[in-house]
């Protein structure tokens, strides 16, 4: 054999057993995947009014493994909603709690989250008449004693965010209020959900708080967006004082580069993945759409 050809036979042999990590033509292959897709049940809140037990069953029979609820769980108690799970397969690690029960009712929650078999709890919302410095201020000192008060209980607390939390506060030193609650509560004890559509409506760069803060969004939210500007929708509540013109879109048929973003998995610490749409027209159709891109997702 000649020394140049025996050279490119060697190479390309050690290339085969290096494993499918490895690849001639783009280098490095994708190996990372999310084997558990979940769903915010938020997307499917119309179904789940008319018909609570067939719509978890869609949900699973969709390839869901995991679940988040929204506030509550339709009239049924935590623990026949955890046997109701638990015979299609499916685990709820986390639900979103209204901040209120999170001032009032903390003990009684934290007590249902067991049953549920939960170990995230998360503030979705902050009312807009709160959205001011001092506002701000009693956000993060609630959600570091709530924080504190859930660890004790072997769950971790965490805030879920939208659009208006990357718009400067007067009050708060120039601060985003986003950067504000990162600075101000205790890494331990407070994590995020990242809600992947919102930070990007708002330009901001996902990747940039996962290399500033690793570790700190163990959750985190999956829905797209288009911009349109012939969009109707409205977005306010969600967007505050952020600009945005268009709509939001399933998993992968918007604008949002998730390989990008996914690449950055281990850094950020996400353990859990929702597909959220706020707006689905024909939610099984919707999360079905969702669930098939992310389930093929290498990055």
């Known amino acids: ?23 001639w033509a783009a280098g490095p292959m994708p190996t990372h995947e999310i084997k558990r897709v979940g769903l915010q049940l938020y997307t499917v809140r119309g179904e789940l009014k008319k018909d609570f037990d067939g719509t978890i069953a869609k949900v699973a029979a969709t390839g869901y493994k ?21 015979n299609h397969g499916l685990a ?51 959600f570091n004693k709530a924080g504190e008060a859930s660890q004790k ?9 939208h659009s208006f939390e990357f718009a400067p506060v007067e009050g708060l030193g120039g601060k985003l209020a986003y950067d504000y609650l990162l600075a101000e509560t205790d890494p331990k004890l407070v994590k995020m959900e990242m809600d992947l559509c919102w930070i990007s409506v708002a ?7 996962f290399d500033k803060y690793p570790g700190r969004f163990p959750m985190v939210h999956v829905k797209d967006f288009v911009n349109d500007p012939n969009s109707t929708s409205s977005y306010a509540g969600a967007t505050g004082s952020v600009a945005f013109k ?27 993945y929702f597909v959220e749409n706020d707006d689905a027209k024909t ?8 669930y098939d891109y992310l389930a093929a997702l290498r990055f």
């Open 153 to 161: 209980a072997g769950i971790q607390f965490a805030y879920h965010n």
């Open 283 to 290: 939610p099984f159709d919707d999360i079905k759409i969702s």
């Open 1 to 23: 054999m000649k020394r140049r050809t025996f050279i490119g036979t060697s190479v390309a042999a050690a290339a085969f057993a290096a494993g499918p990590e490895w690849s």
């Open 246 to 272: 268009g709509r939001l879109a399933d998993v992968g048929k918007g604008q949002i580069d998730w390989k990008r973003i996914f690449a950055h998995s281990d850094k950020a610490g996400i353990k859990h």
């Open 203 to 209: 330009q901001k760069d996902p990747v940039s708080y």
């Open 66 to 86: 995991e679940v988040e609820f929204a506030d509550d769980y339709g009239g049924h108690s935590p623990k026949e909603v955890r046997v109701l799970l638990d």
């Open 92 to 142: 709820s690690p986390s639900a979103h709690i209204r901040y209120d029960l999170i001032e009032n009712k903390w003990p009684e929650t934290l007590d249902a989250a067991h049953v549920m078999g939960q170990t995230y709890l998360v503030c979705p919302w902050i009312d807009e008449k709160q959205r001011n410095a001092d506002g701000w201020k009693r956000v993060a000192e609630l």
